[in-house]
Nanobody, 129 residues
Framework: QLRLVQSGGGFAEPGGSLTLSCTAS????????LGWFRQAPYKAREGVACISSTGGTADYADSVKGRFRISRDDSKNTFYLHMNTLEPEDTADYYC??????????????????????WGQGAQVAVSL
């Protein structure tokens, strides 16, 4: 059983930056695909970013491309979501997630909530003036 503990989040003004962190009990080499999801009030949870087990593949939702970046540091059992040029529409609860890797390149993101095996506790991100 993998445990994910999130940190970061909070409040930012439009155009600002925040970084979310997710520390796993253990990642292991090439074992897990990692992802970030978010859920705004009255909306379904959606994929934001994912990174493959080797780090060689990453994918992003169109709404965050060019603004958000996912990274992983397996030596620290931690992965990150670097969020720049934040917009009010980014306001949501953000969740990190991990999936047992079936291949070295896979990175499911769209309609992928059910594809992930482990979840963090969530963190609020609020973007407003």
């Amino acid at each position: 059983q993998l445990r994910l503990v999130q940190s970061g989040g909070g409040f930012a003004e439009p155009g600002g930056s925040l970084t979310l962190s997710c520390t796993a009990s253990r990642l292991g080499a090439n074992s897990y695909v990692l992802g970030w999801f978010r859920q705004a009030p009255y909306k379904a949870r959606e994929g934001v970013a994912c990174i493959s087990s080797t780090g060689g593949t990453a994918d992003y939702a169109d709404s965050v491309k060019g603004r958000f970046r996912i990274s992983r540091d397996d030596s620290k059992n931690t992965f990150y979501l670097h969020m720049n040029t934040l917009e009010p529409e980014d306001t949501a609860d953000y969740y990190c997630a991990a999936r047992h890797a079936r291949s070295s390149w896979e990175c499911p993101l769209f309609d992928a909530v059910d594809k992930y095996d482990y979840w963090g506790q969530g963190a609020q991100v609020a973007v407003s003036l």
